[in-house]
């Protein structure tokens, strides 16, 4: 009997990253290698479990996975709401102006994530 599993969530970031982030911020482009170094990492690891399911391990989300579409936004303030989890708290951003647009959209990490994986559909 098998169990069918679905890798759902982030995957640690690699302590490079982390600590280049601490520096820069997330938004520099100087840190592409990193972030590129991290996703493929995590691509080969998911591929060795033999996973039918293959993921970037949201590396480049990094604030948290809902507001990484808007980081970096001129009119946006981290004061917003803070929603609990089990064990965390995230903080969501607070619009300061319209129009609400994103700055990124999540199929921007998909071309990314395709160099890399060897089971794509």
């Known amino acids: 009997m ?6 759902i969530g982030s995957i640690p970031r690699p302590l490079a ?7 820069t911020g997330s938004l520099d482009p100087a840190l ?9 990492d995590t691509i080969d690891r998911f591929e060795a479990t033999g996973s039918p399911v293959i993921t ?4 480049r989300k990094y604030h ?6 808007v980081d970096g ?7 917003g709401f ?15 102006a319209g129009p609400f647009r994103y700055l990124m959209r999540a199929d921007s990490f ?4 395709k160099r890399y994986a060897h089971v794509c559909a």
């Open 110 to 113: 998909i071309d990314v994530a």
């Open 73 to 79: 936004l001129p009119n946006i303030a981290p004061d």
């Open 56 to 59: 970037d391990g949201e590396q």
């Open 82 to 96: 803070k929603l609990p989890f089990i064990a965390h708290t995230c903080q969501w951003p607070r619009l300061t």
């Open 32 to 40: 592409d290698p990193l972030f590129d170094e991290a996703i493929r």
């Open 17 to 23: 990253l982390i600590e280049a982030i601490k520096i």
């Open 2 to 7: 098998t169990i069918p599993t679905e890798p």
């Open 64 to 69: 948290n996975f809902g507001t990484y579409c």
